[in-house]
């Protein structure tokens, strides 16, 4: 059955075992302009029934009219179908009221009228093309609520317009596609040739974009289009904007089969995407934005120290993460080597920019010429005075490079990891948090030998999903030992290697400080 108007053609089965009755009644439906088929008996209607509505005699040689029906509701495919009953025997109360129980939609006794059939006909056309359009807008608007929460979960520009086009194809139950553009990705482009089909990405042709009807307004408009890049046919176009001076986003269908149900849903659709594509956007800018002031902030090159050797690493969390606080600091303070590793609490662009603020406080006191303990502690106090609701880690050293005697504060940092010849130990000793009022003035002592090795990471490289943090700190123990007297910079390497995982939801801050063997002068 065909969408249309109520007078509209209809193919219609007609099924009786009278040849001459069958004439009659299709003779009156074809001249009121429907397309019909006939069947002498129940078998062969069931065969047929899946394509075509049924209009049925009750009185059948092999199966009588009552159980075809029953069939025809039974089944799920056909369950919409309209079905009218048409009978000179079975003309009683009892047997109308039977006929309507067991599935018939509508009950003739004979002799009918031609005008009260094709008016009964057309009554029952009406119910079926309304229910088959609910039917229809329904599974559309359930799909349609499937693309829109996939597109929202999308973290990459090519994730979301996979998602969408193939989100459309289902929606629209053909062929679709879909094109949009940021500044990390340029214009993509991709089409998708039908429901379940793969979906091709490739950098978007211009004439993808030549057609703005909003003309940098903020909006959604719907056009006709005779045709386009995608293919040569009409099809319905949607170009959407969330933010203006935007590039857009583009959604074309196939016009063939497209009603005004269809057009609201590729607005609705073209809404969402364009807002999703627009917070990927703007989270990209931020993120971009974070990563830069991040990456100026940390040291552009580090001192030298006779008889020592620094290695530092800074990686930037998975693209589909937010940037966070990490930070590591290497400077000389009168003849002090003194370092710091720390990680300010969230991620996104402040957690960098309190990042900024606390190490900047870092360098000024330690011009200042405080121990570690004395700095920490001035720090905690800036942050609870001046950045209340902010917490941050820290570990910061402080050694002679003379005879390698260290102090350190740790402000619930994870531990350095000390190596010498292959023997790794936890140094401990840490107070609370930067942000918390307690007292952070504490410090402990100990001595760097000659050839050993301090390994400090920032939580990043520690703590992973399923794994608490003890154990990631037992597997930064093992893939320590291996620091040894080999290449730090090939250590360094090997260690990110080791013990970062594909895809990590932090960023990770690597310093390794290893004092060269005794009598070793180098730096």
Known sequence: MSPGSAGAAADILVVDDSP?????????????GHRVTEAATGAEALELLARHPAELDVRLPDIDGFEVAERIKADPRTS???????????????????????????????????????????????????????????????RLVETTAAINAATTLAGLLHVGASGAASVFEGPAAVAAASDA???????????????????????QFA?????????????????GPWWDAPVWRVVARAKAGREPLHIAVPAAGFDEDDSDLLRQLGQAMALA????????????????????????????????????????????????GDFYEVVAVEGYL???????????????????????????????????????ERLNRMMLRFLPEEIATMCLLRIDPATGETRLANAGHPPPVRVLDGRVAVEEGRVALLGVALPHEAEVAFTLAPGEAL???????????????????????????????GDLEEFCDGL???????????????????????????G
């Open 185 to 207: 990705t340029g214009a993509l482009a991709v089409q998708v040739d039908g429901v379940g089909g793969l979906p091709a990405i490739r950098p978007a042709h211009p004439v």
């Open 80 to 142: 919409a179908v309209p079905v009218i009953h048409v009978s000179a025997t079975a003309v009683h109360v009892v047997d109308r009221t039977q006929g309507l129980s067991r599935g018939a939609d509508a009950y003739l006794a004979e002799p009918i009228d031609p005008d009260e059939l094709l008016a009964t006909v057309q009554a029952m056309l009406r119910y079926y093309r309304a229910r088959r359009r609910a039917e229809r807008l329904a599974g559309r608007l359930t």
């Open 496 to 522: 990110l290697a080791t013990l970062s995982a594909d895809s990590r939801d932090d960023d990770v801050a690597l310093l390794v400080i290893r004092r060269g063997p005794a009598g070793d002068a180098s």
């Open 211 to 227: 057609e703005d009807p909003l003309e940098g307004l903020v909006g959604t408009v719907l056009f006709h289009q005779d045709g």
């Open 20 to 32: 001459s009755k069958r004439y009659v009644i299709t003779s009156w439906l074809r001249r009121d």
């Open 338 to 376: 003194v370092a710091a590793i720390g990680d300010v609490a969230g991620h996104s662009l402040r957690a960098a920019t309190i990042m900024a603020e606390v190490r900047h406080a870092l360098r000024a006191y330690l011009v200042e010429g405080h121990a570690p303990g004395r700095t920490m």
């Open 277 to 324: 594509v627009e917070a990927l956007r703007s989270y990209d800018e931020e993120r971009r934005t974070a990563l830069a002031l991040q990456q100026n902030m940390l040291p552009a090159s580090l001192p030298a120290f006779d008889g020592y050797e620094i290695a530092v690493r800074y990686q930037p969390a998975s693209e589909h993460a937010s940037v966070g």
């Open 455 to 485: 390994v400090l990471v920032t939580d990043g490289l520690i703590e992973a999903r399923g794994h608490t943090f003890n154990e990631g700190l037992e597997r930064l123990c093992a893939a320590a030992a291996g620091v040894g007297a």
